[in-house]
């Protein structure tokens, strides 16, 4: 059907622990019902507040090794101790019936879907500077005083990985981060490639 966009975007969000992705994605999904949030795979607990099926599926460590050995996931990485994934199944479904997905992911994840899906979209988010990023983590109060040196320390090794992105964005105020986020996506939806669709007469 003329005008039917045919396959979904796939969007890769990446940014240090702590920046405040979550927030600025529920934002980005208040605004954007139509986005479907892949929920992923992970070997940590739920910190307080988080629930099974909605911010993760927390599961052992022998049931994600399981879905490794069964080839059942799009990528999956080991962060600070624990495994995190991305179901393949789901997003694929997904994006075949045309819904764009949003991947939050690690910059190690984020690089084996770059090899895999190439046409995806990558957006780095970080916060305004270090310190800042060190006060929210303290700030979360759910984590001890190793586990946040351990984020820091990840946060400036993913920092590296910056150029690798298509776009950054600066999480100081999470409504203008969302707004950010859904201007790319509406010059992603504009490229050519993603609307030869509506083309006549060629
Ligand atoms: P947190 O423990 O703070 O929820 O997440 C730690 C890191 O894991 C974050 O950078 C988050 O983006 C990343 N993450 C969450 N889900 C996945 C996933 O499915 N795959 C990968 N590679 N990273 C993930």
């Not at 059907?1 to 975007?9: E, L």
């Not at 179901?87 to 694929?92: G, Q």
């Not at 995806?120 to 001890?144: K, M, V, Y």
């Not at 950010?180 to 669709?197: F, G, H, Q, V, W």
């Amino acid at each position: 059907m003329r005008g039917k966009k045919t396959r979904g975007q796939l969007i890769v969000l990446s940014g240090p622990s702590g920046v405040g992705k979550s927030t600025v994605i529920s934002e980005l999904l208040h605004e954007r019902e139509d986005i479907y949030f892949s929920v992923s795979f992970t070997t940590r607990g739920p910190r307080v507040g988080e629930a099974d099926g909605v911010n993760y599926n927390f599961v052992t460590r022998e049931i994600f090794e399981a879905m490794i050995a069964g080839d059942e996931l799009l990528e999956y990485a080991q962060y600070v101790g624990n495994y995190y994934g991305t179901s393949l199944k789901l997003i694929e479904e997904k994006l075949a019936a045309g819904v764009d997905v949003l991947l939050d992911i690690e910059v190690q994840g984020a690089a084996k879907v770059r090899q895999k899906c190439p046409d995806a979209c990558f957006i780095f988010i970080i916060p305004p500077s270090f310190e800042e990023l060190s006060r929210r983590l303290h700030g979360r109060n759910t984590d001890g005083e190793d586990v946040i040196a351990g984020r820091l320390e990840k946060a400036r090794e993913e920092y590296r990985q910056i150029p690798n992105y298509d776009y950054l964005v600066v999480n100081d105020k999470v409504s203008q981060a969302a707004a950010e986020i859904i201007a790319i996506l509406t010059a992603e939806s504009c490229r050519t490639k993603n609307r030869m669709n509506l083309v006549e007469g060629v």
